[in-house]
């Protein structure tokens, strides 16, 4: 009986563990992907920092430890995010500061 009783409840925890949603809301090799992108099309110190932080959250996710998983992916995103916004921003301005800049040239001759 006892073992029908424990055959039983361990049947509703593992649905339950089914059915709840889980905390990691990233691919983790789609996250690690991302990073090595942010490495060669954006600003390649900060994708190297994205790439490091990525590998230390599969790790971490690999090893059970949910929330440093959470936390290192997160950190991960940010620095992919801002290694695109540098180069997207390098992009910008620097034909922006050269049509300035030769713009200054015309007006001082």
């Known amino acids: 009986m006892e073992d029908e009783e424990n055959a039983a409840e361990s049947l509703v925890c593992n649905t339950e563990a089914a059915c709840s949603p889980s905390p990691i809301r990233c691919c ?3 996250l ?3 990073a090595a992108t942010s490495i060669i099309c954006g600003c390649s110190c900060l994708g190297i920092v994205a790439l490091v932080f990525a590998i230390k959250a599969e790790e971490r ?10 936390h290192w992916g997160a950190q991960a995103r940010r620095f992919i995010l ?4 540098v180069w997207l921003t390098v ?3 620097g ?5 300035l800049v030769s713009y200054a040239i015309a007006q001082a001759e």
Request: charged share 20%; glycine share 4%; net charge positive.
């Open 61 to 70: 996710h690999k090893a059970g430890r949910l929330e440093e998983a959470v």
């Open 91 to 93: 992009l910008v301005l």
């Open 82 to 85: 801002a290694s695109f916004a």
């Open 95 to 99: 034909p922006l500061l050269l049509w």
């Open 28 to 30: 983790w090799l789609r």
């Open 32 to 34: 690690r992907c991302l």
